[in-house]
């Protein structure tokens, strides 16, 4: 019996073997990523640790063949990963860097590995296996030392130059922080535990020389808890951007989450100036429970942002935001973004008794909703990037970030002060 650990060598020894073949076997990468992720926490619970600190060392090689000749091509699709625990004690494990054991310990080292068949005639492809999944109903993340992936069946049709339709069903997880492929991905309340996932959509993209506009609709079901319904319109035209999305959640099946009726939708304008953007945003939930969502990064509201979604029931919330680009400067590759979003009037009493977002406490004796009545909290996000333009260590990025969160009780969201340090490097 081949080890997990032993499929991702293999994997990644095969991405580098690619490099050197007589004959192209497709395309293949490597990416080196060098991950420090500390949360100092302000509000902490008795006996709970002030401060959570990870630091390791991640390869993620991935190969994607060539497709064979005919009516329909047939390719392949494989990743491997490894991860090596750099620091990470006991009692300060947790930041989803590495897996970490029953007694609060961080792993030395995990690895996996997976892949995915996928057929291919004309402009549309089939794939079946383990991959990475982008779409605004379910979108598989990528925020820590390894990404997200799921197992099942996705279809990309390219129908022309401008509209594309994309479709699928998932019913296998695996974490950013896991090495198997069965887990669950979790919500604020909702779980893939037990359940499929099942998408549908379309995308329509026009680029002009002095505009641009696009729009996007998709379908979503988590199988016994919700559907989902997205739209989205964006436009630019010259300095001026503007981005719309908006979800419409309801329960389904089961409804195992409790009862939902929710309506999120946010706004985002952006304004260019030479190496200066400035942008607002506005976003607003209507409901009695949180727009919730499962997969990293299944959410495409304006102010999801580095730490807090602010997508709290009956919330809503303002962001500022400014980037530099010091190209212009003279020092390409140098980027910098400021951003400050604040939101208000979360209440979560009205939730649906008996449901995820309002159980039953037996030590209290009473249901206790996750959020109270008047949360409100803020968060600001300072990044710096760089990334090196030419020579032997080109594309090697250097990113820093500081995220500060502060909120009161009934947002319940913890007050905290993070850093990342992330140095990657990749081949291809």
């Given at each position: 019996m081949i080890s997990v650990r032993t499929c991702a060598c293999t994997c990644l020894c095969l991405v580098a073997a690619a490099s050197h073949a007589d004959e192209p076997m497709g395309?293949?990468?490597?990416?080196?990523?060098?991950?420090?992720?500390?949360?100092?926490?302000?509000?902490?619970?008795?006996g709970a640790p002030g401060r959570r600190r990870e630091w390791a060392q991640g390869f993620i090689g991935a190969l994607s063949s060539a497709y064979t000749p005919g009516i329909v091509g047939i390719g392949v699709d494989l990743h491997g990963f490894v991860g090596i625990k750099l620091d990470g004690g006991r009692g300060h494990a947790g930041v989803g860097l590495l897996p970490v054991d029953s007694d609060g310990r961080a792993a030395s080292e995990y690895s996996d590995a997976g892949g995915a068949l996928k057929l291919k005639a004309g402009n549309t492809v089939l794939s079946y296996g383990e991959?990475?999944?982008?779409?605004?109903?379910?979108?598989?993340?990528?925020?820590?030392?390894?990404?997200?992936?799921?197992?099942?069946?996705?279809?990309?049709?390219?129908?022309s130059s401008v509209w594309k339709l994309q479709a699928g069903r998932f019913t296998a997880f695996k974490n950013q922080a896991g090495s198997s492929s069965y887990e669950d991905f979790e919500g604020y309340g909702a779980t893939t535990k037990n359940n499929a996932i099942s998408l549908v959509g379309s995308l329509y993209k026009v680029r002009r020389e002095d505009y641009s506009w696009g729009a996007s609709v998709f379908g979503g079901q988590l199988e016994d808890v919700w559907q989902q319904r997205y739209l989205n319109l964006?436009?630019?035209?010259?300095?001026?951007?503007v981005d719309g999305n908006l979800y419409k959640v309801r329960d389904q099946g089961l409804a195992k989450a409790g009862k939902i009726d929710t309506l999120a939708y946010s706004i985002l304008t952006s304004i260019a100036m030479t190496s200066h953007t400035l942008s607002l945003g506005y976003q607003k939930v209507e409901g009695s429970t949180p727009f919730d969502f499962?997969?990293?990064?299944?959410i495409y509201l304006a102010n999801s942002i580095k730490f807090a979604d602010f997508n709290g029931p009956g919330e809503q919330s303002w962001q500022g935001r400014y980037q530099w680009n010091a190209a212009t400067a003279g020092v390409p590759g140098l980027t910098f973004s400021l951003r400050y979003v604040t939101g208000r009037s979360i209440d979560g009493t009205h939730a649906p008794r008996g449901g995820a977002y309002n159980p039953f406490d037996p030590d209290a004796g009473a249901f206790v909703p996750a959020q109270g009545k008047g949360g409100k909290h803020w968060e600001r996000d300072m990044d710096l990037r760089y990334v090196v333009q030419g020579g032997p260590a080109k594309d090697l990025s250097i990113a820093l970030a500081h995220v500060s969160h502060r909120a009161n009780d009934a947002q319940a969201g913890p007050d905290l002060d993070r850093i990342y340090v992330v140095i990657e490097f990749p081949l291809k």
């Open positions: 395309e293949w990468s490597l990416l080196s990523r060098n991950f420090l992720l500390d949360s100092d926490f302000r509000n902490k619970e008795p991959m990475l999944v982008e779409t605004p109903v379910f979108d598989t993340g990528d925020k820590r030392l390894q990404p997200e992936y799921a197992t099942g069946w996705f279809l990309d049709s390219t129908l964006n436009a630019s035209t010259g300095a001026l951007s499962v997969g990293g990064d299944s």
